[in-house]
């Protein structure tokens, strides 16, 4: 039997990768994927199924899938109910509230903010106690302000680089973000040896590349 | 233009399927009559105020207003309907129950779920002793040995393990909740932050290995060997142990422990059980005791043990023997009524023809393979096609 692992394709499977290789896994078959989707590593353990982020929390609720690996901006968003067991400190970034200059989050009117995350911004306002109208964008969120489209954003940043090229000021910080591992409900009872046993390899290559890091840094 | 799509989260049942469920819910009906349970059968709409103590676990009711302005709803759970019950009748206990009906929950759109399930269950009401969960346990084995190959495993819990263990830990009742929210749910990221301040507490090294604490008896004990817990969160452990070692000499049962899991409902006191087949990402069954249900009806609390069945999992999973089609066609005219009658009483594998006439009807026998049988002048049996499938 092998586990079925939904791994969110482009950013977070590149950073994933080292530290799945870093476990021993022999991840040859998929860095040299081309197209395809599903992809078993030779010793038949695992089955990698790539997949936008939104998409790994489906298959994990509809149990096709025993793992996923996604942003827990997916997770957060998405109010998922399957278990998250390990934080692989990748894909790391922030949510924040941003403008133009001219914003202020505290003026009495009631705000239009645009977002890909909804029920995070409502949550967000929530606890400021106000009441904002929410935009849903798909993509380019920061063209919002710019538009006339919204009063601010909130949206994900890893480095402020894009917001600052389009003279978007950060108001507030929100929730960090970074890769996750979930594991399906009934997974973990049927597989709970060979999760177990991921779940504990990868944590080890998650200290020792902030080890590496840090001994880099000094 | 009528609108002919479905409502989300709706589907129609027909042909097999439709069959299959039948099959199962009749059979499970019939062995539960002669073992004296007594059929329930409640609404499908009752006051909001009979859920308040159900976790719908992200989910939401449909509701709709009665004619007085007050909230109904479409039942949620089969269970609450019961305890109502209970209280407003003076039906003597204890009893034996069983229902089968279907309860609705909206789950989040566009995900493939449906919002109307078919459930079946028992409730043994007034029964303090734990032969009432082994009743229910016994069950799941039948139903698992008849239509799962033995397949399922059970699970057992207690719904107070939690809670008399995380008293021994802190008296922060925020914290207590947090702890034991994030351990439900597993997300250990945040579980290990909540934790953290105990680390220097001979509690930790427990703290720290209660999201793994499942698994065989065996590997339960052998995990906490060492480990003092505090009297009644031992008592708990106790009595989840015991159970489980008697489920193990049901013959071809698998069982587990779980003192990591959340209670399938807040309402329950005491042992709680899950069954689930490997491979199937949805849990079969669900139940446990719930002692204090009907006191929060403002009646005289009863002690009680329930369970659920999720029919129609067990309809897509269940294997069923295909009893040999026996039928045979029995052509008449309109005017030999009073004989297919007679017929059609004296032998239920009489299916009548409907066809136009016999050569129609002859075509379609030699199709299916089905014998055919035409009413003659006298009103006698004639054959006129044979069955060839045996």
Redesign the interface.
């Known amino acids: 039997m092998s586990l079925k692992i939904a791994l969110t394709k482009g950013r977070v499977e590149k950073k994933v990768i080292p530290l799945l290789e870093q476990t021993g896994i022999d991840c040859t078959p998929l860095k040299n994927k081309k197209r395809k989707l599903i992809i078993r590593t030779d010793d038949d353990k695992f089955e990698f199924i790539l997949a936008k982020g939104p998409d790994v929390t489906?298959y994990l609720?509809?149990?096709?899938v025993d793992i996923g690996i996604v942003g827990s901006d997916i997770l957060d968003e998405q109010?998922n109910?399957q278990?998250?067991?390990?934080?692989l400190e990748v894909g790391k970034c922030q949510f924040v509230l941003a403008s133009t200059a001219d914003f202020d989050v505290n003026s009495p009117e009631r705000k239009i903010i645009g977002t890909k995350y909804p029920i995070i911004t409502k949550k967000y306002f929530e606890s400021l106690g106000q009441d904002v109208e929410i935009v849903k964008i798909e993509g380019s969120v920061e063209l919002a302000p710019l538009i006339g489209l919204a009063d601010a954003i909130v949206d994900i940043t890893e480095t402020g680089t894009t917001l600052k090229e389009n003279n978007l000021y950060v108001f507030d910080y929100l929730d960090k973000v970074s890769t996750?591992l979930v594991?399906?409900r009934?997974?973990?009872?049927?597989h709970?040896a060979e999760v177990?046993n991921l779940v504990d390899n990868l944590k080890d290559a998650v200290s020792e590349k902030n080890k590496v890091q840090g001994e880099k840094i000094k | 233009m009528h609108k002919i799509n479905l409502p989300l989260g709706t589907r129609a049942e027909f042909g097999e399927r439709a069959g299959r469920k039948q099959l199962l819910v009749n059979e499970l009906q019939k062995s539960l009559q002669k073992r004296n349970f007594m059929k329930v059968d409640t609404p499908l709409l009752e006051y909001q105020e009979v859920f308040a103590n159900f976790d719908l676990?992200?989910m939401r009711t449909y509701q709709l207003l009665d004619k007085n302005n007050k909230t109904v709803v479409l039942r949620p759970d089969l269970t609450l309907p019961i305890a109502r019950l209970l209280t407003t009748t003076n039906i003597k206990l204890p009893q034996k129950f069983y229902y089968v009906g279907d309860l609705f929950k909206i789950a989040k759109e566009l995900?493939?779920r449906n919002n109307q399930m078919t459930q079946a269950g028992i409730e043994l009401v007034g029964y303090s002793s734990l032969k009432a969960e082994l009743e229910c346990l016994l069950l799941i084995n039948r139903i698992s040995q008849k239509w799962l190959r033995n397949r399922v495993?059970i699970?057992i819990s207690h719904a107070c393990f939690a809670d008399s263990l995380l008293a021994s830990v802190t008296s922060n009742n925020e914290l207590k909740n947090k702890i034991k929210h994030e351990l439900y749910?597993?997300?250990?990221?945040?579980y290990q932050k909540a934790i953290k301040q105990f680390e220097n507490t001979e509690n930790y090294p427990f703290l720290q290995m209660w999201p793994?604490l499942?698994?065989e008896v065996g590997d339960i004990t052998k995990m906490l060997e060492g480990i003092e817990l505090p009297a009644l969160a031992r008592s708990s452990l106790q009595e989840t142990i015991k159970v489980a070692k008697w489920v193990l000499k049901i013959p071809n049962q698998k069982v587990?422990i779980?003192l990591s899991t959340a209670p399938p409902q807040r309402y329950y006191t005491g042992i709680t059980f899950k069954g689930?087949v490997?491979?199937?990402?949805?849990?079969l069954f669900s139940g446990g005791r719930y002692d204090q249900l009907l006191e929060s009806f403002q009646a005289q609390p009863e002690p009680a043990v329930g369970m659920g069945i999720d029919i129609d999992l067990l309809t897509e999973i269940a294997e069923i023997k295909n009893e040999k089609e026996e039928k045979e066609y029995l052509f008449f005219e309109p005017s030999q009524i009073e004989y297919a009658a007679k017929l059609l009483l004296q032998n239920v594998n009489y299916e009548l023809s409907l066809e136009d006439n016999l050569e129609t009807a002859k075509e379609k026998a030699r199709l299916e393979k089905v014998g055919l049988l035409k009413i003659n002048k006298q009103g006698e049996i004639e054959n006129v096609v044979e069955n060839s499938s045996y």
């Open positions: 489906t609720n509809a149990g096709v109010q109910d278990y998250e067991l390990l934080d996750r594991v399906n009934m997974s973990l009872k049927q709970s177990f | 676990k992200q995900s493939g495993k699970e749910r597993k997300k250990i990221p945040e793994r499942f698994g587990i779980d689930f490997d491979n199937i990402p949805e849990y």
